[in-house]
T-cell receptor, first 112, second 116 residues
Framework: DAKTTQPPSMDCAEGRAANLPCNHS???????VYWYRQIHSQGPQYIIH???NNETNEMASLIITEDRKSSTLILPHATLRDTAVYYC?????????????FGQGTTLQVKP | NAGVMQNPRHLVRRRGQEARLRCSPM?????VYWYRQLPEEGLKFMVY????????ESGMPKERFSAEFPKEGPSILRIQQVVRGDSAAYFC??????????????FGPGTRLTVL
């Protein structure tokens, strides 16, 4: 079973920031938070990951709470091409082979 | 740097035939993961391989499915005696370090298998 909880769907206006929440209350100390997205039926696309500090790259920002029990993915200026299913995944840690356990994700609909 | 390549992109088989799906990892990556996405369902892990070794096959069906990643050439996911329930999208992902902490997987475009 997935170790994360996400809202099933969200809407966002084009050009506005999209904030996608994720709960991972059982995360262990050495597990990372990963975000992937799947546009239509394409292969999942890596977005960003982090351990405890906030992270930013050319695609998005990742904000992780101090207790690490939740995080938020921020797409600063959503476009129509950002419409996709977004997956928050907890992975890594000792004894983990690196396999990704996908939940149902959040379907983000960016509207004009 | 070319991404993960999968072929064929679409495969049609009749019940009882064999399906072979190929995955060429990114250059420099020696770890391959296979995932399956059934229609209207989420992605499910199947198997994790390093060169010439199966590391984790906890998600593989017990019968008819096998995987290999030889020293030379692509990784192969083989499905014998396919049934209609095998119709799905099969994705492979590669990574440079495998199960180590903070190792990112990069996915291919997938193979869509249709069993008639």
């Amino acid at each position: 079973d997935a170790k994360t909880t996400q809202p099933p769907s969200m809407d966002c206006a084009e050009g506005r920031a999209a904030n996608l929440p994720c709960n991972h209350s059982t995360i262990s100390g050495n597990e990372y938070v990963y975000w992937y997205r799947q546009i239509h039926s394409q292969g999942p696309q890596y977005i960003i990951h982090g351990l405890k500090n906030n992270e930013t790259n050319e695609m998005a920002s990742l904000i992780i709470t101090e207790d690490r029990k939740s995080s938020t993915l921020i797409l600063p200026h959503a476009t129509l091409r950002d419409t996709a299913v977004y997956y928050c995944i907890v992975s890594g840690g000792s004894g983990n082979t690196g396999k990704l356990i996908f939940g149902q994700g959040t379907t983000l609909q960016v509207k004009p | 740097n070319a991404g993960v390549m999968q072929n064929p992109r679409h495969l049609v088989r009749r019940r009882g035939q064999e399906a072979r799906l190929r995955c060429s990892p990114m250059k420099g990556h020696s770890h391959v993961y296979w995932y399956r996405q059934l229609p209207e369902e989420g992605l499910k892990f199947m198997v994790y391989l390093q060169k010439e070794n199966i590391i984790d096959e906890s998600g593989m069906p017990k019968e008819r499915f096998s995987a290999e990643f030889p020293k030379e050439g692509p990784s192969i996911l083989r499905i014998q005696q396919v049934v209609r329930g095998d119709s799905a999208a099969y994705f492979c992902a590669s990574s440079p370090y495998g199960g180590r902490i903070s190792d990112t997987q990069y996915f291919g475009p997938g193979t869509r298998l249709t069993v008639l």
